[in-house]
């Protein structure tokens, strides 16, 4: 099975940057698409971004868009996340997800992080 940890995360003004990142572990990382969910307090979980195996499709929420960009590292078996111009309406607890085929099929992932908490202030 594949083990997902998240890091990054933590507390920045509006306007603001993070790098999230997400560490997975075991030989089931190879060929799947990876993704990012966030979810605010009070709120269901949500899309975020999902990338494909080898990276050549990136998806966003609207959003998101023009804000966030999600990459890979395949060699380090790594997923980030660079979300600039963060907005307090970003705050929640974020989340990566390996899916179970090389593209991001909607509700089709396999496996989750731990989260971790975004805090965008005013």
């Known amino acids: 099975q594949v083990q997902l940890v998240e890091s990054g995360g933590g507390l920045v003004r509006a306007g603001g940057s993070l790098r999230l990142s997400c560490a997975a572990s075991g030989v089931a990382f190879s060929r799947r698409a990876m993704g990012w969910f966030r979810q605010a307090p009070g709120k269901e979980r949500e899309f975020v971004s999902s990338?494909?195996?080898?990276?050549?499709?990136?998806d966003y929420a609207d959003s998101v868009r023009g804000r966030f960009t999600i990459s890979r590292d395949n060699a380090e078996n790594t997923v980030y996340l660079e979300m600039n111009s963060l907005k307090p309406e970003d705050t929640g607890v974020y989340y990566c997800?390996?899916?179970?085929?090389?593209?991001?099929?909607?509700?089709?992932?396999?496996?989750w992080g731990q989260g971790t908490q975004v805090t965008v202030s005013s």
């Open positions: 997800a390996a899916y179970r085929r090389p593209t991001p099929v909607p509700h089709e992932y396999d496996y």
């Open positions: 990338i494909t195996w080898m990276g050549g499709q990136r």
